[in-house]
């Protein structure tokens, strides 16, 4: 129900008006373009439901400025909407719903303490989106599948959204430890050659270990995570009971009423072939088809983008030396920042340019710190 004004708005209040009405058409676009590319119907429509949602609290804001006299903006999508759009269509949504549920985490508070946005019930609507699955999970036949509802909410290291992450983070060490390396050893001594065989070494021995400690990492995160789903198969199959209350306590904490939560749970009990996968969804936060991701892929991951973001400041003392090599290599280097740093905007929701300038200033630094490093040493055992 939209508020009954008694004051005047003032041009605060026109701006919050424009700024609410922009931020929700934004999530109207966006939910009802994901609902388009979504295979899954059942996520698909909670994206058509999200986006109803936000376009009733859009009318809101549209009806304020209609009474103040005032135009109402066109919405054009913005740069990271049309990236992730376009992620979604080519990667599948499980590329982007970690991104969008953090986007949504970061917006929940909104409104909280707008008292027009509080008479209409926007802060509850807004907290409410990370619960439709769940509410929907218990009205639909079959409910939506688990694996679906842990990416939207983020929580597994196999969700797209953290995949993305991780590629832009791999690169980004690549290349600012490579190209610390490489300033240092031409601080040192501006021989194409030795730059060129440190460089290449230190793109090595870095893929090597990263590749290795993803390989170590995953394949013990999946060794806990099979023993933890013994334990519970065990427990499930000698109390039953106490299993099913506990399934139905962890609903009700994430905000589903006492009988609502102890139907589902019920009912998800008696079906014996999924009880064993939803406790281990949901009590343990595990997902038992993916286990936390393959250890092999992930190693060959990490290395091949380390090597990706590392070879960078390398390639020039391929061809030239000096100065000339040591000049091009920052040039590459701070566009290979600047474009890590846009990733980074795109997985963590900030604006383009700050991310890419503070990539850039932070791998500048670095590097001019151990080419100083470099020199000195160099000097001193010159």
Not at 68 to 75: D, H, K, L, R, S
Not at 108 to 121: E, I, K, L, R, T
Not at 239 to 262: F, M, N, V
Not at 352 to 378: D, E, P, Y
Request: glycine content about 12%; overall charge negative.
């Amino acid at each position: 129900m939209k508020e009954t004004r008694t004051n005047t708005p003032v041009s605060g209040d026109i701006e919050r008006y424009r700024e609410f009405y922009l931020s929700e058409q934004e999530g109207v676009y966006l939910y009802r373009k994901l609902a388009e590319v979504e295979d899954d119907r059942h996520l698909a429509e909670l994206y058509r439901r999200i986006a109803d949602i936000e376009q009733r609290h859009a009318t809101l804001w549209k009806g304020y400025l209609e009474e103040a006299g005032m135009a109402v903006p066109m919405y054009t999508p913005n740069w990271r909407v049309r990236a992730l759009l376009w992620l979604a269509k080519r990667m599948g949504t499980g590329a982007v719903l970690s991104t969008i549920s953090s986007m949504e985490r970061g917006a929940v508070h909104v409104y909280d303490n707008q008292p027009d946005a509080v008479q209409a019930g926007l802060p509850t609507d807004e907290r409410s989106h990370a619960r439709l699955f769940r509410y929907l999970q218990s009205s639909t036949k079959g409910g939506i599948a688990g694996p679906l509802l842990a990416q939207f909410e983020g929580r597994h290291r196999s969700a797209g959204g953290n995949e993305l992450r991780a590629a832009v983070l791999g690169a980004s060490d690549g290349l600012t430890s490579n190209l610390s390396l490489v300033m240092g050893v031409a601080g040192a001594t501006l021989a194409g050659q030795a730059v060129l065989i440190s460089g290449l070494s230190g793109l090595l021995a870095g893929a090597f270990s990263m590749a290795i400690g993803e390989w170590v990492s995953v394949q013990s995160s999946r060794e806990l995570n099979i023993h933890q789903i013994a334990i519970e198969s065990e427990e499930l199959k000698h109390a039953p009971d106490e299993e099913r209350e506990e399934l139905a306590l962890i609903y009700q904490s994430k905000g589903i009423d006492e009988k609502t939560a102890q139907e589902l749970a019920t009912n998800l009990m008696q079906q014996s072939h999924t009880a064993l996968d939803t406790l281990a969804r949901e009590e343990l936060g595990i997902d038992p088809k993916e286990l936390g991701g393959s250890a092999w892929g992930a190693a060959i991951t990490s290395f091949f983008l380390f090597v990706i973001g590392a070879i960078i400041p390398v390639l020039p003392f391929i061809f030239t030396g000096g100065f000339v090599a040591v000049g091009i290599s920052l040039l590459l280097s701070v566009l290979g920042l600047f474009g890590i740093g846009a990733g980074v905007s795109l997985t963590a929701g900030s604006p383009l340019w700050q991310a890419g300038i503070r990539q850039m200033v932070l791998g500048l630094l670095a590097a001019g710190i151990t080419f100083g490093i470099g020199r000195l040493l160099g000097s001193a055992i010159g």
